[in-house]
């Protein structure tokens, strides 16, 4: 069955981390002039919080832009997207913990204005980076369409986070990136690689130049590439995802052949996992699907 979602992912530069959210709201307002049927509008990971300076400058102004979740900045956020009437991923903020941590976390805000769900960076770039981990994976659900994974930027590097976003549900796997390096080409590799390994959709929105190199793309679950961003200038790439193929690929398997989803059966002995401590159970190796009923977790859950 068609389940329909229609995103554009916004390859821009960042906006300057002393600049109004109202800055911001203008350049939603126009992709949305150009590109009114669009449900879901995505941004590059730390869009809101552009910086300049060395290396301990930068990390000193990232921490003076970080703010709470219920900070000035996502109340309005959250007021954008309910006057908008859109599903708005803004990219990823700086965030202040509870503790005193400083988060790398993306946001998601539901047309009721609401926020809907958040997810803190795992695995931040090290040692360039100055954010503390998150210690969760977060899906979220778009209802009538299916259910969103998050990951940032250098997670990619880690294919546990999109396995374990696929086995929570995710359909499409949103991939906020701020790529200033010559390892792009690598990331779009490894965008294809979980898309086809977790037989999921992509969607990786990198930041345009002068900071970012670009080559956003959004890919389909076995692993061809929608649309690409050849380069780094500021652009939109849009599409309409239909998250029923995952299932479907998932049931004739990819290239009509691959079903990595039903490799076990309950009657399959345990694989040890010496890694994690762990192993995998062959009765849990199936993924939760978008009207399972799981929990989705919310800003007091998730982390």
């Not at 400058?57 to 956020?77: F, H, K, T, V, Y």
């Not at 509870?98 to 976390?105: P, R, S």
């Not at 956003?216 to 690409?228: F, T």
Request: charged share 20%; with cysteine.
């Amino acid at each position: 069955m068609s389940r329909l979602l229609p995103l554009a992912l916004a390859q821009m530069s960042p906006q300057a981390a002393t600049a109004p959210v109202s800055e911001f709201a203008g350049d939603v307002e126009r992709l949305l002039a150009r590109h009114p049927r669009t449900r879901l509008v995505v941004y590059p990971e730390l869009h809101l919080c552009g910086v300049e300076g060395t290396g301990p400058e930068r990390d000193a102004r990232l921490r003076e832009a970080a703010e709470p979740l219920d900070g000035p900045r996502s109340r309005q956020l959250g007021e954008l997207a309910g006057d908008l009437g859109i599903w708005l991923v803004p990219g990823s903020v700086c965030e202040r913990g509870e503790n005193g941590e400083l988060f790398n976390t993306a946001l998601c805000y539901s047309p009721a204005g609401e926020l809907h769900a958040f997810y803190r960076k795992v695995f931040p770039w090290r040692p360039y980076e100055p954010y503390d981990p998150g210690g969760r994976f977060v899906v979220a659900d778009v209802p009538g369409s299916g259910r969103l994974g998050f990951s940032i930027c250098y997670d990619s590097w880690f294919p546990e986070v999109a396995r374990h976003l696929a086995w929570m549900g995710a359909e499409v796997i949103i991939n906020p990136v701020q790529t200033t390096t010559n390892d792009r080409e690598q990331e779009i590799v490894l965008a294809r690689a979980h898309a086809i390994a977790n037989q999921v959709f992509v969607a990786s929105v990198n930041a345009a130049g002068p900071v970012g190199v670009g080559g956003s793309l959004i890919v389909d679950p076995e692993g061809r590439v929608r649309k690409h961003a050849a380069g780094g200038e500021a652009q939109v790439l849009t599409d309409v995802l239909d998250l029923g193929e995952v299932a479907r690929v998932r049931e004739s398997g990819t290239a009509g052949l691959n079903r990595v989803w039903s490799q076990f059966t309950a009657h399959d002995a345990p694989v040890e996992l010496p890694l994690y401590q762990g192993r995998i159970e062959p009765a849990k190796w199936h993924p939760e699907t978008p009207d399972a009923g799981i929990r989705i977790p919310g800003p007091e859950a998730a982390g």
